[in-house]
């Protein structure tokens, strides 16, 4: 017993020693430094005018909307059937706003804002009644809106119109969901027909604002002839394009590629770690030790780390990692919340609404949450919805800013408002802040620089930024009632372009430079993502569709270009302090 108690002992004492080594003053000084660090990023974000809501911006005593433009808008609520109104009042009310407009928005001749929007009466009808077109059959879906696991806006936008295809290519299995659900009735020539012409009117505007676009027009020649286009025909391909990626079982990852990627995450943690111990030893003073090398290289792999974590929370959280959708939940905590630093749940419902969404936005704001941001203006359809002073200001340097705020405030930018923006309360997402805390804390340990190994990581993840703002940045945006009523597949198409990037770094971008395939298919795996796109590729072109592949640099130039150009726009109007020069 004695001997059990010495031995007992000596491992406490042991323990002990281990633990007054670790919470030593150089690690007691980091870990302080790291949480001012997180403390004034916080509180910067918190109070330094971030918004989540462009609606916000739109109410703002100091909008560019007046008083009564906003109450002009808003007498359409696309959520509450009581607002279907006869053409006649929606024409009076167009007027009443166009009369009433400032002078900022009334002299915005590519803005679609004020468009009257054309009502279907099938649409309106069956809207009001609740009921969705799937296979030709109406389908009464009043009382699931509320338990729609996307949330219930996403399904009150597609009310009245035909899903069949968009339910498709959502869910992953659409024929089970549907198997038990009885339908109300069934759909008459006269509904499908009405309701085919619609998408035929919403396809055609989409056109022109494609080819009124201030920067799609530099590409508007690959493959794209609206002439060659028709609608029913491109239905129809589109939709055996989709039965023959499912037939191939294309959902489903393969162990291997999920090993693969999961060792790929592993191994820029394991070379960050390695060169940071290696830039802190004093036995080895080797070029890494004595350069700034000592913290861009371990900050470049832990920017990688980040990067390939982040693509794998998006596999998860779209639930094409594994096949039980808890277990994804999980990995996509694990890969988001802990490994990233970002809300795999917050980033979940935002994403599902980018897609259901892409580049849209209504009468109160942005509908695309992904896409928008509240610091600069990326397309002149937008401008009525920043109203506040400082974006007055920034918007007349936007093209000059927009580099070094993705570099060096994005990364803190995202992790920071993942977690204050939440929509509701969730543990274990405190938790997985918790451990991602304690994670960087003992990895930023094993450096005499964390800040800077941090901030080398961060530009690093500057490039997953600027990957996905370039997918779709300087495409158009579109009035989601109008868009909602048109072609899911070619809405996605003309709003989407793909990186186009050589076979030995698609790793880099993690399959995602392949984006007509997500966008279109968003249930595929990006395993397959090379396969699908040349058959994409094929559809467009026989079509007259565009099929967009620009080199990384170019879409970079391209955005900084555009945001130029609306800033001009943006300042011609009476907004700005450079108004004077472009007026």
């Not at 009808?125 to 609740?130: C, D, N």
């Not at 030893?281 to 792999?301: M, V």
């Not at 779709?472 to 990037?501: R, V």
Request: charged share 20%; with cysteine.
């Amino acid at each position: 017993m004695a001997n059990a108690n010495v031995g007992g002992s000596n491992v406490l004492t042991a323990i002990i020693k281990e633990y007054s080594q670790f919470i030593s003053t150089d690690h007691c000084f980091k870990l302080a430094v790291t949480i001012l660090l997180c403390g004034v990023t916080l509180f910067w974000w918190a109070y330094g005018g971030s918004s989540s809501s462009g609606g916000d911006l739109a109410d703002d005593k100091n909008s560019i909307l007046k008083e009564a433009d906003v109450q002009s808008l808003q007498t359409e609520d696309p959520s509450d059937d009581s607002d279907i109104d006869d053409d006649d009042d929606e024409n009076k009310s167009q007027q009443t706003t166009s009369s009433s407009a400032s002078s900022t928005r009334a002299a915005h001749p590519t803005n679609n804002l004020h468009k009257p929007i054309t009502k279907c009466p099938t649409r309106e009808k069956a809207r009001a009644q609740g009921l969705v077109l799937y296979n030709k059959h109406w389908y009464n879906v009043s009382k699931f809106i509320a338990h729609h696991p996307g949330g219930s806006e996403l399904l009150e936008q597609y009310l009245g119109t035909d899903i069949t295809h968009v339910f498709h290519v959502m869910h992953r299995n659409p024929k089970q969901i549907m198997k038990y659900r009885k339908p109300v009735r069934g759909a008459t020539e006269e509904e499908m027909e009405e309701l085919l012409q619609r998408r035929n009117e919403v396809s055609q505007e989409m056109f022109d604002e494609y080819e009124e676009g201030v920067m799609t027009k530099s590409h508007a020649a690959d493959f794209f002839n609206r002439e060659r286009f028709n609608l029913e025909a491109f239905e129809k391909d589109a939709g055996e394009l989709y039965e023959d990626f499912m037939k191939a079982g294309y959902t489903k990852p393969t162990f291997g590629f999920v090993a693969q990627k999961t060792a790929l995450v592993l191994m820029f943690l394991f070379l960050s770690v390695l060169c940071m111990k290696c830039a802190s030893s004093d036995e080895q003073q080797s070029i890494i030790a004595t350069t700034p090398l000592s913290y861009i290289l371990p900050g470049i792999f832990l920017g990688l780390f980040w990067h390939q974590s982040g693509f794998l929370m998006h596999d998860a959280e779209h639930h094409n990692l594994i096949g039980n959708e808890l277990v994804n939940d999980i990995l996509g905590w694990l890969y988001g919340t802990v490994f990233l630093g970002v809300n795999g749940a917050w980033w979940r419902e935002e994403h599902r609404e980018h897609h259901a969404f892409l580049n849209a936005f209504d009468e109160a704001g942005f509908k695309d949450p992904q896409m928008k941001e509240d610091i600069w203006i990326q397309n002149a359809n937008l401008i009525p919805f920043y109203g506040q002073e400082l974006i007055h200001f920034l918007a007349n340097f936007q093209h000059i800013l927009f580099i070094p705020i993705i570099f060096f405030a994005g990364r803190i930018g995202i992790v920071v408002d993942s977690t204050l923006t939440e929509r509701k309360f969730r543990p274990w997402t405190i938790l997985g802040n918790v451990f991602h805390v304690l994670l960087h804390y003992a990895v930023l340990s094993q450096t005499s620089t964390p800040i800077r190994v941090y901030m080398a990581g961060a530009c690093q993840f500057a490039v997953l930024s600027l990957q996905l703002l370039g997918n779709h940045h300087i495409k158009p945006w579109n009035n989601i009632h109008s868009a909602s009523e048109g072609n899911f597949s070619l809405w996605q198409i003309l709003c989407t372009q793909d990186f186009d990037t050589p076979i030995w770094f698609r790793w880099f971008y993690g399959g995602l430079n392949f984006h007509y395939s997500h966008h279109l298919f968003p249930t595929i795996s990006r395993e397959y993502f090379p396969i699908t796109t040349p058959r994409i590729r094929s559809l467009c072109e026989k079509h007259g569709l565009p099929f967009i592949e620009v080199g990384f640099v170019e879409c970079v130039t391209g955005m900084v270009t555009n945001m130029n150009e609306v800033k001009k726009e943006f300042a011609k109007h009476g907004a700005g302090t450079l108004s004077l020069v472009y007026g």
